[in-house]
């Protein structure tokens, strides 16, 4: 059966831009895409581990703005749409929250996104992994 609500998670990394480019071909639906800005107090963002300020947070939220941005662009390039959200907190408790929140019944999403330096790694973890264990919907990873 094919979705009618998509969800595409997107961090500004190469892997979630093609998540959305993937959403966009393949489905006929509604696509909401996400951003998730980690609070810059929480352990496992560089907050933890650098001093958190306002002004980092607001570039981060800055950051966050863009990367909607693009991805209307993106889709009005492919004469399509895309509803758009901004969310702080940990980013696949806040996926997974988006889901349940909202009339979303797919989510495809990049395998691994983010910064890959050394401490990007460290901390990012694997945000795909927990979201495809505990989604209550399908969940497609674009690599």
């Known amino acids: 059966m094919a979705p009618s609500h998509v969800l595409v998670p997107l961090d500004g990394s190469p ?11 393949t489905f006929d639906c509604s696509v909401t895409v996400l951003n998730v800005v980690t609070p810059m107090d929480a352990k ?9 300020g306002s002004e980092r947070q607001e570039r981060a939220l800055d950051r966050a703005d863009r990367i ?32 349940d929140g ?27 992994t927990t979201v495809v264990g505990k989604a209550p919907v399908t969940v ?3 690599r």
Request: proline share 2%; glycine share 12%; aromatic share 2%.
């Open 15 to 25: 892997l979630s831009d093609k998540a959305l480019v993937h959403a966009l071909d």
């Open 44 to 52: 496992m963002s560089e907050g933890g581990i650098l001093e958190p």
């Open 68 to 99: 909607v941005d693009r991805a209307k662009t993106r889709a009005s390039e492919s004469d399509r749409e895309v509803e758009t959200a901004v969310e702080t907190g940990d980013p696949a408790d806040t996926i997974l929250g988006y889901v």
């Open 102 to 128: 909202h009339d979303i019944d797919h989510v495809v999403m990049g395998g691994h996104g983010g910064d890959r330096s050394d401490i990007g790694r460290r901390l990012l973890g694997t945000v795909a």
């Open 140 to 142: 497609t990873v674009v």
